[in-house]
């Protein structure tokens, strides 16, 4: 089942997004404002059975590159870490015209947003 765990930590995070800062991935993308993953580590500790109720959490971190946030996670059933992992994100602005290639990268909406939610938290 471990095949599951990034999907779970993705729509825990995407929720977040939409619910704490109120940002709809979809409605950003269409105003050129892309929201992505960079890299990410993942640890499995337990394997997850049909069944399980499981909890996504998460924490947001400071990133050591200022344009970055880390968005902390873990999967659980009752109480205990199943898997843990880090999600380092970014955003990207694209400006008017841009056919997809030059594209500037700017310290956007979500990092703004996401830093000011860990700074709350």
């Keep these: 089942m471990a095949l599951y765990h990034p999907f779970y930590m993705e729509w825990t995070r995407h929720a977040f997004m939409r619910e704490a800062l109120g940002i709809y991935i979809e409605e950003e993308f269409k105003q050129g404002r892309l929201y992505m993953v960079l890299e990410y580590s993942l640890r499995f500790r337990k394997s997850l059975q049909k069944g399980d109720r499981l909890e996504v959490t998460y924490a947001l971190e400071k990133n050591e590159k200022r344009n ?20 380092v994100a970014t955003s990207e602005q694209r400006s008017a015209g841009d056919a997809g290639s030059g ?11 996401v830093k000011g939610a860990a700074r709350r938290f």
């Design 68 to 87: 970055r946030v880390n968005f902390v996670q873990q999967i659980k059933v009752d109480g205990v870490t199943y898997a843990e992992a880090t999600f």
């Design 103 to 113: 594209h500037e990268r700017t310290e956007s909406a979500v990092t703004d947003s």
